[in-house]
């Protein structure tokens, strides 16, 4: 695929232009900030954009802010933001236009080759994904109002592989359940977290969301 970085750390940026070319891809642009990265993507029409959420000067949003513009402008671009913390709120902006093509990874993910690339590639088919690590602590931050404490373990767990970006196919492998449970228990989720079932919004993005804002 081709792809544009947009990553402050030299030594990070350089890694993943030589890791993407070593693995037959194609790095049609690397910036150390976020300045002019929705027009390079304009302009070089990529498959995919890694962007490091905290950029030069401010260092606070200006990748997320650039990632959402791509959105945007661009929304067939698949977009993967790293993340050196779990934040909720950015994780939240990110996916509320619209999970389809959308990651967030913490930095940590790069480090596991297979994971990052298969991230991407992921992405670049139009799916979501979300690091564990990020749900795993999202999950742990529920109360007893939230209404995630509906659910029951299973149906939690289902909801977890879900908010990772994986299909039903990839839910049934993880969990070692059939297709028609898994579908099952999805339908059980969205129910108890009262979404609705009309044709104009998407039931699984809603139910990422859900989990994300709790």
Known sequence: M???IAEDSTLLREGLVRLLAEEGHEVVAAFGDADGLPEAVDRHGPDAVVVDIRMPPTHTDEGLRAALAIRE?????GVLVLSQHVERTYAAQLL???AEGIGYLLKDRVAQVEEFLDALERIR???AVIDPE???QLMGRTT???PLTRLTPRERDVLEVLAQGHTN??????????????????????DKLDLPRTTGHNRRILAVLRYLEA
Do not use: Q
């Open 96 to 98: 509320a236009g619209g």
């Open 134 to 136: 990020v749900v795993r």
């Open 125 to 127: 088919a139009g799916h």
């Open 2 to 4: 081709r792809v544009i």
């Open 169 to 190: 196919a990839g839910i049934s492998e993880r969990l070692h359940l059939s297709l028609s449970a898994v579908e099952k228990h999805l339908n059980a989720v969205f």
């Open 73 to 77: 402008r661009r929304p067939e671009t």
């Open 144 to 146: 007893r109002t939230d």
